[in-house]
């Protein structure tokens, strides 16, 4: 098993900057794959930004320059620093784990082993 325990949630104004948590525990030699999703009000679960055990990384459109996904392998946590933020980033953002590959299928939330319980951001014009 995995935990993932999300902070660092909160509310901004446009422009601003925050930065996300992502506490890691368990059987994290399984892991291949941490990324960070968001859902928004009445839309579908989508992904932010995902970092492989190579130490790869995947963006979203929306947030290639802007948002930035890294590792603390001392602290065992994965870090998405927001900046730049805009009021279409308002959001819950969720950090999820796999422990396979994932290759093209790395968009599809249903892909992910362990979840988060969330994180609201809110991002005020």
């Known amino acids: 098993q995995v935990q993932l325990v999300e902070s660092g949630g909160g509310l901004v104004e446009t422009g601003g900057s925050l930065r996300l948590s992502c506490a890691t525990s368990?059987?994290?030699?399984?892991?291949?794959?941490v990324a960070w999703h968001r859902q928004a009000p009445g839309q579908q679960r989508e992904l932010v930004a995902l970092?492989?055990?190579?130490?790869?990384?995947v963006y979203a459109d929306s947030v290639k320059g802007r948002f930035s996904i890294y590792r603390d392998a001392a602290k065992e946590t994965v870090y998405l620093q927001m900046n730049n933020l805009k009021p279409e980033d308002t959001a819950v953002y969720y950090c999820?784990?796999?422990?396979?590959?994932?290759?093209?299928?790395?968009?599809?939330?249903?892909?992910?082993?362990?979840w988060g319980q969330g994180t609201q951001v809110t991002v005020s014009s």
């Open positions: 999820a784990a796999s422990i396979y590959f994932l290759g093209s299928y790395h968009s599809i939330p249903e892909r992910y082993t362990y």
């Open positions: 368990g059987r994290l030699f399984n892991v291949y794959v």
């Open positions: 970092r492989r055990r190579d130490e790869s990384t």
